[in-house]
């Protein structure tokens, strides 16, 4: 693996990107939202290029004041790509986590809401070449985790989580974290044939087909139809 590492973006960097977000309007993803996303489009098979990941990140039609501020600002989007990207890079090789940019309540809590969020807004814009994982009863407990955070606060009371106490939090996003490790893991053959021009094997399926009303593999309590089976989320 390389010795350099990413180019980090600084706190006043990642407070700055915030701001500037925060002000492009309330349907643009935050910096934490941001690195959730970019984490699940760093382990898609798929490659997803900018020009298609910029208009998810502003979720909205705007226009930059100037090519200063449109270089400025695209430029820290593009380091904190790369830092996500090699910091997951790491992980094929050693013990590693990838820790998440997470903001923090007025209580100090980080609740990593925000980073499912974003997360499965990236797993949204190539659901189906997750198939592999999702559908596979093993591998999709892997997203258990990212779930839980993801539907706390859910609207539809069928897929919101329970409360969670900030001890089993703290949990979740540790596994959160270590289950990313091995997601990216085990996406890297078919990325490796794709970055070599080659169409990846389809990976053999570990267990029986889940049914649609069977309950979901990744431990939720819900049925599959209504989980990892269903359409992702798009958040607005």
Request: aromatic share 8%; net charge negative; hydrophobic share 35%.
């Amino acid at each position: 693996m390389p010795s350099i590492r990413p180019d980090n973006l600084s706190d006043d960097e990642l407070n700055h990107l915030d701001d500037f977000l925060a002000s492009v309007g309330p349907n643009a993803m935050n910096v934490e939202m941001v690195d959730g996303f970019f984490a699940a489009l760093a382990c898609c098979p798929d490659l997803i290029k900018s020009s298609e990941w910029f208009p998810e990140i502003w979720n909205t039609d705007f226009e930059f004041d100037s090519e200063r501020q449109a270089t400025e600002i695209t430029g820290l989007l593009i380091r904190h790509w790369n830092v996500v990207v090699g910091e997951l890079a790491r992980t094929l090789d050693s013990s590693h986590h990838y820790e998440p940019v997470l903001e923090e309540d007025e209580s100090g809590v980080a609740n990593a809401n925000d980073w499912a969020h974003g997360f499965i807004r990236g797993v949204g814009m190539r659901a189906e070449s997750w198939s592999s994982l999702l559908r596979d009863d093993t591998r999709a407990r892997l997203l258990a985790p990212v779930l839980a955070l993801h539907h706390e606060h859910d609207d539809n009371r069928t897929l919101q989580s329970l409360s969670i106490e900030n001890e089993t939090r703290d949990g979740l996003i540790g596994q959160m974290c270590e289950n990313l490790s091995t997601i990216y893991r085990f996406f890297e053959p078919q990325r490796k044939a794709r970055a070599a021009g080659l169409s990846p094997m389809p990976l053999k399926r570990l267990e029986p087909k889940v049914g649609r009303n069977d309950p979901c593999p990744c431990g939720s309590g819900r049925k599959y139809k209504q989980c990892c089976g269903g359409n992702l989320p798009t958040l607005h």
